[in-house]
C-alpha cells in the first residue's frame, strides 16, 4: 500500500455546497496529481503540481481548484458543488528524481452531489 | 484524443486460464506502464516497460511491448479469483515540456472461480 491518504473516502452533498477534498502523503514526492474518473471509464487528468506553489491545469477542464503550501498536502476544492461534479477523485503522487514516473494513488473520493 | 487504448474492454475467464489485454497508443513513448484497480479503489502499479525493452516479466505478469506496431500486452498466467480487476495501461511520453502519463480506458477481468 503506497502512503497516499484522501479523505472522505465517501462524501454525498447538496448543490451548491463548497467542499474540500484533502490528499496527503508521506513519501516526500514532489509531484502530486487529481484525477477525476467516471465508473468504469478511462482517468482524466485535471490538476498537477511539480512541487509547493506550483499547480497546473491538466487536460480535462474542471471547475475545482487545487492548492499546494506544502508538499505532503494538495487539496482540491469546488466552491459550488453541481450534479456534474458526481464522480469518483483520485490523488496521486511521483518522484520526479525517478526516472520513469511511476504514480502511487491514494484511495480515491466517492463523490455525490445531489 | 486518449493516447492508450484498451482491447478488450471486458473479459471473462475462468480461474486458472490465462487473461491477455491489449493496449495501443499514438505517439512515441519512453515508456508504458501497467495499472490495476479494484473495484472503488485507486490505482496500484504492476510493472513498467521502457521503450528499449520488447518484454518483462514479474512473478504471473508477463508485459511485451511493439514500438513499431505501438502497442503492448498483459499476459496475466494462471488466473485467480483475486486477479478480478480493471487494468489500465498508461504511457509516458518520449519528449515535451510538460510530460505527463495518460491513461487508457481500462479492461474489465473477471475471473470466475
Given at each position: 500500500e503506497a502512503d497516499i491518504y484522501q479523505t472522505p473516502r465517501y462524501l454525498v452533498i447538496g448543490t451548491g455546497k463548497k467542499i474540500t477534498l484533502e490528499c496527503s502523503q508521506?513519501?516526500?514526492?514532489d509531484k502530486m496529481y487529481w484525477y477525476q474518473q467516471d465508473p468504469g471509464m478511462e482517468l482524466h487528468l485535471i490538476h498537477y503540481s511539480y512541487g509547493v506553489n506550483s499547480t497546473e491545469k491538466g487536460d480535462l477542464s474542471s471547475e475545482s481548484t487545487v492548492s499546494r503550501i506544502r508538499t505532503e498536502h494538495f487539496p482540491l476544492t469546488l466552491e459550488s458543488a453541481r450534479p456534474s461534479h458526481t464522480s469518483q477523485y483520485l490523488c496521486a503522487s511521483s518522484d520526479?528524481?525517478?526516472?520513469?514516473?511511476?504514480q502511487f494513488f491514494g484511495p480515491g473520493t466517492r463523490l455525490t452531489v445531489l | 484524443s486518449q493516447q492508450g487504448e484498451e482491447d478488450p474492454q471486458a473479459l471473462s475467464i475462468q480461474e486458472g486460464e490465462n487473461a491477455t489485454m491489449n493496449c495501443s497508443y499514438k505517439t512515441s513513448i519512453n515508456n508504458l506502464q501497467w495499472y490495476r484497480q479494484n473495484s472503488g479503489r485507486g490505482l496500484v502499479h504492476l510493472i513498467l516497460i521502457r521503450s528499449n525493452e520488447r518484454e518483462k516479466h514479474s512473478g504471473r505478469l508477463r508485459v511485451t511491448l511493439d514500438t513499431s506496431k505501438k502497442s503492448s500486452s498483459l499476459l496475466i498466467t494462471?488466473?485467480?479469483?483475486?486477479?478480478?480487476a480493471s487494468y489500465f495501461c498508461a504511457t509516458f511520453p518520449?519528449?515535451?515540456?510538460?510530460r505527463q502519463l495518460t491513461f487508457g480506458s481500462g479492461t474489465q477481468l473477471t475471473v470466475l472461480p
Open positions: 508521506t513519501m516526500g514526492h520526479p528524481r525517478g526516472p520513469y514516473n511511476e | 494462471a488466473s485467480r479469483a483475486a486477479d478480478t518520449f519528449s515535451g515540456s510538460a
